[in-house]
């Protein structure tokens, strides 16, 4: 059980603070509830870009890495299609470094054309590094677009293509500021060697003053139903044959989440589960297999990726998953099965309150769901999900006409 | 009228002196093992790690250490992979074999409550491993198609070329694991292997997180009867002496270009290692370093670049690490040589001193941020086997190095005529290679 005390500033900023003594080290993380779905069609990856501009330097702090490595500690920030964030870990005599750090690129940032080059050319190269130099990197931009034909998922994080990122300008930049990096659309937690008191009275200190801003209500098309299947093949320029079949799943929030999620641990979770043992050990068609969920706050994509052996074909491949999707629809799974992915997720759960940056994150993703108790109560949730649930959503979800594809062919 | 908002102050920065770690209790199993234990931290869960102090060095055959390492959890005797993987699945416990160059170990995380259904099937991977021809065909092929993807890496292909300059393609620290070194494989060469070395006299057990009297009497049943032996012998670690090169390895339709330099040094115990260890940080061991800040937030060539030190059980190296821009190549190896370059020529200044300074001992501190980060932490000095108090000495050394000491290391290891280059990609930019 994890003990928090949470609370709000005047201008709307929301704070959590977690005690935890047995660490010598604090943390602090802010989450910004903007992310890649806030973009402009014409100006993709522009809240990662700006992820990067957030370390430009702001009106009282030049180099924001000076401070946070003299004061013995690290920083980071990450975007996902939902939010933003920046985070600071200090050993806790020196937390108040994130605080200060924090307001002063919340209210007074300093993007100069020459940071904003400079970052541009990074996150280019970032770009040439995930996407076009990794095997197989394209493919979020294959399954994004197909699987989203209207949704700002359409796009993937690190952008659409280059050419957006270079295209950025600076008032473009610091209009993105001014519309989404405001206390009212953002969320504090402090974890560690500290005390709620003094946390508190830092928050008032350091943020307190910063204005609000009034937020636009903002309003993500629903996706219509897919009525047929998608499929694209991609040949040549990868090491491997491989093949994603993605489905769009629901929200966070629907009621069926962790249905979904269970059902990705029963297909990929751990060497005993069905793809692993039936596809990649008795029949050894794979290379590597997995079944993961994205965990969009809108609807996500369900997604299941393998890496061919030698000799399989890509037909026969595809033809083996939906075998197992198929047991999945045709079949209850066992109590015992359900059972053994219920106590893998129960371990998982225990093991992310093992890191006090970790924890953080989580409180302010909680937060920003409007479900901050989730983070005692989650299990509980799992622990509802029957045989006939799974059976139930496993049937609504793997349906042929409602697939999308991707074949990495050698030729 | 103007109002000036009075500048907000910069909150006062409080210096790290010491690592303060929890006492390291030891205690020794019917057969001799020793179990380091790590009894902290606030989550009802344990980690249980038995490492075997043997790995290359100690091959009689190419890449046998790391398959026996690999498949010590892939079936026993009595239970097949599938079963083994259903158990431990089913109790929520994770187990790996992590490999690296000099041991073998076999970890396993597992909730406190469920501990006593795994520790013995956890035990039996380690007594009666089976080594089974149909695993070993499965991780000879999986392995085989791994590495294709991997090769197609540039940064992975001017890695392995640089190691294998460094130490020679023979010497355990050299060679690349090829296909063909993993087809030769055979059940025998893992047998071999394992019991010519698996035994208690290279076993060491780490344990660590929420530690119940019961579990250490559990742990003498379940393994203080592994057989005893002798410890295996050490390595001497000889390479032979030769000119260092620039290597070009073409990769046509590459979006970037891999650039690896670096060169021999050095075991954990030589005396100037933590020396290394700072002026490594300061050139490319963390965020704010100078190949960082000159090379990607000052010119934006790179996402990332990092230089780093490999300490081994019986040598060492030092290597720099880039991927950048095509066009950007022959910019980025010229200011990787003045960065080294300056390291040589001009003093440390003050405020960087002190600010890597409390950026290493902020780091190291972090590192006692939970039971399992510390039980590594040790790990790495019990398998070295470095004396523990070696550590205060260490981050004392940290806090008294001197400017003028960092610039003779400087001189002594960063001279770019003993580096190594790898360049894998294309050659724009780059026309003297």
Known sequence: ?411 | MIHKESKPKQPEIFEVRQIPLPPLDVQYLDNGIPVYIVNTGKIDAVKLEVIFTVGRPHEHKPTVARATSALLKEGTLYKSSAEVAEHFDFYGGSLSTPFSLDYSSLIMYSLTRHIDKLLPVFAELIHYPAFSEKELSTYVENNINDLKVELSKNDVLAYRKLTESIFGKDHPYGYNSGAKAFRELTRSDLQRHFETYFHAGNAVIMLSGNVSPELLPEINRHLGNLRKGERAKGFNSVVARKKVKQIFISKKDAHQTAIALGRRLFTRTHEDYPGMFVLNTILGGYFGSRLMENIREEKGYTYNIYSSVEHLMYDGFFYISTEVGNDFVGKVIAEIEREMERLQTEEIGKAEMKMVRNYILGNLLSMADGPFNIADLYKTYIVENIDISEFNRFVQSIIDIQPARLMELARKHLRKEDMWHVVAGTKNGHPEI
């Open chain 1, 1 to 411: 059980m994890l003990q928090y005390h949470s609370f709000t500033l005047s201008n709307g900023l929301r704070f959590i603070v977690h005690e935890d003594d047995s660490t010598p080290m604090a943390a602090l993380n802010v989450l910004y509830n903007v992310g890649a779905r806030d973009e402009h069609p014409e100006h993709t990856g522009m809240a990662h870009l700006f992820e990067h501009l957030m370390f430009s330097g702001s009106a009282n702090i030049k180099n924001i890495d000076l401070p946070v490595q003299n004061g013995g500690g690290e920083n980071n920030a990450f975007t996902n299609n939902d939010n933003t964030n920046f985070h600071e870990i200090f050993p806790a005599r020196n937390i108040e470094l994130a605080f200060w750090i924090e307001a002063d690129r919340m209210q007074h940032l300093n993007v100069t054309p020459k940071t904003l080059n400079t970052q541009k050319k990074v996150v280019v190269e970032e770009f040439k590094e995930t996407t076009l130099n990794e095997p197989f990197g394209d493919v979020w931009h294959h399954l994004s677009e197909m699987v989203y034909p209207t949704h700002p998922y359409r796009w993937p994080v690190i952008g659409l293509k280059p050419e957006h990122i270079e295209k950025c300008n600076l008032d473009l930049a610091n209009d993105f500021y001014t519309r989404f990096y405001r206390p009212n659309n953002a969320i504090v937690s402090v974890v560690g060697n500290v005390k709620t008191a003094d946390m508190c009275a830092l928050a008032e200190k350091w943020f307190g003053s910063i204005p609000a801003v009034e937020m636009p209500l903002r309003n993500y098309p629903k996706e219509n139903e897919q009525l047929e299947q998608k499929r694209k093949v991609i040949r040549g320029g990868h090491p491997a044959e491989a093949i994603y079949i993605a489905f769009r799943m629901g929200s966070r929030l629907s009621p069926d989440f962790y249905t979904t999620d269970l059902i990705s641990d029963i297909l990929s979770s751990g060497q005993s589960s069905r793809l692993y043992q039936n596809l990649l050990k008795k029949k050894r068609m794979f290379n590597s297999i997995d079944a993961f969920i994205s965990g969009t706050i809108d609807d996500g994509m369900f997604v299941i990726e393998g890496k061919l052996n030698d000799g399989i074909t890509l037909a026969a491949a595809e033809k083996a998953i939906w075998e197992e999707l198929d047991a999945l629809k045709n079949t209850e799974v066992e109590e015992y099965e359900l059972q053994k992915n219920k106590n893998q997720v129960e371990s998982a759960l225990v093991f992310s309150e093992s890191g006090t940056l970790n924890k953080a994150i989580n409180l302010c993703f909680y937060e920003s769901i409007g479900q901050l108790g989730l983070i005692n109560t989650e299990m509980d949730e799992y622990n509802k999900v029957t045989v006939a649930d799974i059976q139930r959503v496993a049937i609504d979800l793997f349906q042929v006409d409602k697939s999308c594809i991707v074949w990495y062919a050698l030729d």
